[in-house]
C-alpha cells in the first residue's frame, strides 16, 4: 500500500486540528472485510466506523457529531479521497482493499495534517520517566530514550537532559485509559503532545523491545527507539509526514527499525526551529 506513496499528489489539505477529548469512543475494526466495495450512496453496516476512523485522525474539515451513520455521504467521500491521497493509494473515493489495509494498519495515535505552530521557547529540555505499568525498568529506557533524543539533539538547537522532579518532558508506558481524554485505540502504538505539553505515552499491551530484528528474524515486536524518534518529533511540534521513509510518517511495522532521521525529517525540524 504505502509504497506507492510518492506518485499521488497531495493538494493543500490542511485541517487545523486541535488536540481535543474526541467524541469517538470506541475505534476497534474487528471485521471491516463487509465494507469493501462501498461508495457514495451506499449504506452499509458498520460505515460508521470508517466515519470515526477519519475524523479521528484529521481526515475532515468540520464536526461530524450526529453524521456519523452508516451512510456513504459527501463529506465521507471527500475524507476518504484525502486519506487515499496521504496514503498513496489509488484515489478512488471507494473503499477498496488498499484503503482497509490502511485502516488496520498500526500506526501513531496523532492525526495527520495536524498543524500545529505550537514551538518551546527554550532550547533546553529536561525529561524524566514515569509509567503506570511496569514494561522496562527505568535503568534500562533511559539510555534507549537519550539515543532517541540525541537524533534530535544533531540536528537542531536542542539540549536534551535527563532529569528527576519538574521536568519539561514526561514521559511513560500507560494502559488503553490513561486520564488525558485520548485512551489508545487498538492500533495505536503511542502518542504525544505538542509543544509546550511535553507528555509522552507509550501504549503498555503491544510487545515492546529494544532490539525488534532479535535472534530468529521477523518478529511481531515494536522497537522503542523508533516509537521514541518520532514521538519525540511530535513533542517538538512537527506533525507527519506523507513520505513513508520519514521518521515522521504515522505508520510502523512491527519487527523493524526506523531510528535514523532523513533528510526531510532533518529539514523540517530546521525549518521549525532556525537556531
Ligand atoms: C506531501 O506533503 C507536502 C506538504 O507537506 C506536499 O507539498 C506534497 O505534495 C506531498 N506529497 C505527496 C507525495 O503527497
Ligand atoms: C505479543 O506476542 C505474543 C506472542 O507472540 C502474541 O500472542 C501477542 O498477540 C502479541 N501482542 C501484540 C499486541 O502484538
Ligand atoms: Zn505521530
Ligand atoms: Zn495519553
Not at 52 to 69: R, W
Not at 165 to 185: N, R
Not at 202 to 208: C, I, R
Not at 248 to 264: C, H, N, S, V
Request: hydrophobic content about 35%; charged content about 25%; glycine content about 8%.
Amino acid at each position: 500500500m504505502a509504497h506507492k506513496l510518492s506518485t499521488q499528489f497531495f493538494g493543500a489539505f490542511l485541517v487545523l486540528f486541535v488536540l481535543q477529548p474526541f467524541v469517538i469512543k470506541s475505534l476497534e475494526f474487528e471485521s471491516i472485510q463487509n465494507l469493501e466495495g462501498a461508495q457514495k450512496g451506499d449504506v452499509v453496516n458498520g460505515l460508521n466506523q470508517i466515519k470515526k476512523y477519519l475524523y479521528k485522525y484529521g481526515y475532515y474539515h468540520h464536526d461530524i457529531e450526529g453524521t456519523i451513520d452508516d451512510k456513504f455521504d459527501d463529506s465521507l467521500e471527500s475524507a476518504l479521497k484525502a486519506y487515499q491521497n496521504y496514503l498513496g493509494i489509488d484515489v478512488t473515493g471507494k473503499i477498496d482493499s488498499d484503503t482497509i489495509e490502511g485502516v488496520l494498519t498500526p500506526r501513531c495515535g496523532v492525526p495527520d495534517h495536524l498543524v500545529s505552530s505550537a514551538k518551546w521557547r527554550t532550547r533546553s529540555l529536561d525529561w524524566r520517566i514515569s509509567s503506570t505499568v511496569n514494561v522496562f525498568p527505568d535503568a534500562q529506557l533511559s539510555p534507549v530514550l537519550t539515543k532517541a533524543f540525541t537524533s534530535w539533539a544533531k540536528v537542531s538547537p536542542f539540549k536534551f537532559t535527563m532529569g528527576r522532579f519538574k521536568t519539561d518532558i514526561v514521559i511513560g508506558f500507560l494502559k488503553k485509559d490513561h486520564a488525558d481524554g485520548f485512551p489508545f485505540k487498538d492500533k495505536e502504538f503511542a502518542h504525544a503532545f505538542p509543544p509546550p505539553d511535553g507528555r509522552l505515552h507509550f501504549y503498555a499491551k503491544w510487545n515492546w523491545t529494544f532490539d525488534p530484528t532479535g535472534k530468529g528474524g521477523k518478529t511481531n515486536k515494536v522497537d522503542v527507539q523508533s516509537i521514541a524518534v518520532h514521538e519525540i518529533g511530535h513533542l517538538l511540534g512537527l506533525d507527519h509526514s506523507n513520505r513513508t521513509s520519514a521518521v515522521m510518517y504515522a505508520f510502523y511495522k512491527p519487527g523493524t527499525i526506523k531510528r535514523d532521521l532523513t533528510d526531510e525529517d532533518k529539514k523540517r525540524i530546521k525549518a521549525l526551529y532556525p537556531n
